[in-house]
């Protein structure tokens, strides 16, 4: 039992949630899948909004809905067209697997979906947050749907300031949150919550004075220079810079495009071939694949070096421009025009190059790109 039990107990009985739907009626604000929440638009919407802003991931959703209105439509569509939707949101893994999900909800529960909180874990890609969040919303389940969000309101609420990456920081507000879920709404009450965090109970600049919990917030009763500190991590992400040179080979009219494996980053998105190494060490390596071996013309940088964050990586990312004499190389890859090029699925970072890439490499290269 936690030693704070009782007064968790205590805190669940005179916690202002009234207030807080009270608060929720009137500040909602007024996105399309709430209108009418069904298991797939409300799906779609918790995948898409992970690590999105809500205005960038409601034109993706948009977009999504209108192309593939139901699972089975979803299940149908070709994972290129899926990737190709989903391009420049990032988290491609996110895309694989909201495919997946629908092709399995589409043999498994034929014109139907799944109800249980335990089959909609069993998704991939679909964490205890994301399957709370379209239970309690779609099927009255009630559990708690346990964002960053939430963990911020909860944590400052009880005045508890422990790294949220360990058991003693997340375990007690998780508690807190599954003992205070309203039972007789508890997709109303998530959505509150998560509601009143992202208006409300920002990072940085809480708006204390119009929050419906000020009466309780044990926060409002602390020293100064404790009040209002949002939830940290003890464990911080160590970036790694990385020198990943891209190599872009013409032949004639065309260049050569290579699909990414599945389990890597970008999986499953088209880029030019690419190779790593250590940042420090960046120069032009000559090590683009050996099936082209000594056959191409090195025709320098192509365009301008670019940088790209990733969750763990920071890119220093330089383009390579590579004639090629051959076109036999289909091993490596596939030879497009650039115009076919980039109507594939690409990486954000080669989306933000593309034309700059793409002029240097008619101006430098022997062959055009038209
Ligand atoms: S009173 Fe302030 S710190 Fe407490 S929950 Fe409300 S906005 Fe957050």
């Known amino acids: 039992m936690h030693p704070k ?3 968790f107990d205590d805190a669940v009985h005179t916690m202002p949630r009234r207030e807080l739907h009270e608060w929720y009626l009137k500040h909602e604000r007024p996105l399309p899948w709430r209108e009418d929440p069904r298991p797939y638009e409300t799906w779609l919407c918790e995948v898409i ?4 802003r809500i205005d960038q991931g409601t034109a ?5 809905v209108n192309r593939w209105p139901d699972f089975r439509s979803l299940a149908n569509a070709s994972v290129d067209d899926v990737l190709k939707e989903w391009q420049g949101l990032g988290y491609y893994s996110r895309a694989r697997n909201l495919h997946k999900t629908a092709q399995i909800i589409h043999t498994d529960f034929p014109n139907s979906h799944p109800t249980a909180l335990n089959d909609w874990l069993s998704m991939p890609g679909i964490g205890p947050y994301t399957a709370a969040a379209i239970c309690s919303i779609c099927f009255d389940t009630p559990v708690a749907a346990i964002d960053g969000n939430v963990l911020r309101v909860l944590s400052r609420f009880l005045g508890i300031h422990e790294p949220i990456d360990r058991p003693s920081g997340r375990k007690p507000l998780e508690e807190f949150a599954n003992a205070w879920v309203d039972p007789e709404n508890p997709g109303r009450h998530n959505q509150a919550i998560m509601e009143l965090g992202a208006l409300t109970c920002t990072p940085h600049a809480p708006d204390c004075a119009n929050c419906p919990l000020q009466n309780a917030c044990a926060s409002q009763q ?4 404790k009040r209002n500190i ?6 911080k992400t160590k970036v790694i810079d990385v020198a990943l040179n891209f190599h872009v080979i013409v032949h004639d009219t065309r260049v050569l495009m290579c699909k990414r494996p599945d389990d890597g980053v970008w999986g499953g998105l088209w880029a030019f071939p690419s190779t790593e190494h250590p940042f420090q060490n960046q120069v032009k390596p000559f090590d683009v694949p050996e099936a082209l071996g000594n056959l191409l013309v ?3 940088p192509c365009g301008s070096p670019v940088k790209h964050l990733l969750s763990h990586r920071k890119l220093h990312v330089q383009f390579w421009l590579w004639e090629s004499p051959l076109k036999n190389t289909s091993d490596l890859g596939d030879w497009k025009t650039w115009e076919e090029a980039e109507a594939l699925a690409l990486p954000r970072v080669l989306e933000r190059s593309w034309e700059d890439v793409k002029k240097s490499a008619s101006q430098n290269a022997s062959t055009t790109t038209a």
């Open 222 to 225: 602390m020293p100064h220079e």
């Open 49 to 52: 909004m992970q690590q999105t």
């Open 5 to 7: 039990t009782a007064f």
């Open 60 to 64: 993706y959703w948009q977009k999504f």
């Open 298 to 300: 090195d025709r320098g």
């Open 230 to 235: 949002p939830p940290f991590k003890q464990g």
